[in-house]
């Protein structure tokens, strides 16, 4: 399982949350969970796939905050997280990621969104 290059499970009734075992898919380039009812956290372990170029888990009902080691992945050229519940600062990244990445999630703030409130400073 460990050789698996893209993990395209959009648009499927799986529910639950993503799991943290993602992260060991150490030849893991594109992950596509969009549109399938997953909730939680994104996994800050999802920070240890290291190859991962593509990450869309836009559509869900995931909550929390964007982990800073996800977003600054080395490889990663595209990211999608739209249309969730997260909320907080977005972590500063160097990698140019439209705000579109970003909307429907009412408590994220932070480039490329507005900036945020006091309490998130």
């Known amino acids: ?10 648009h499927n009734p799986l529910g639950g949350s993503i799991p943290k075992s993602i992260g060991k898919l150490r030849e893991l380039e594109i992950l596509d969970l969009e549109d399938s009812g997953l909730s ?5 372990e999802l920070g240890d796939a290291e190859t991962l170029t ?5 559509k869900n009902k995931l909550s929390g905050n964007i982990p800073e080691k ?7 050229e595209e990211f999608d997280v739209s249309r969730n519940r ?18 429907g999630n009412r408590g994220l703030c932070g480039p490329p969104l ?8």
């Open 1 to 10: 399982m460990s050789s698996i290059k893209s993990l395209a499970l959009s």
């Open 40 to 44: 939680g956290n994104i996994p800050e």
């Open 54 to 58: 593509k990450i869309n888990i836009s």
């Open 70 to 76: 996800v977003l600054n992945l080395k490889k990663l």
């Open 86 to 103: 997260l909320r907080g600062r977005i972590p500063p990244h160097k990698a140019m990621f439209p705000i579109s990445a970003f909307v």
């Open 114 to 121: 507005p900036p945020c409130k006091l309490r998130y400073r």
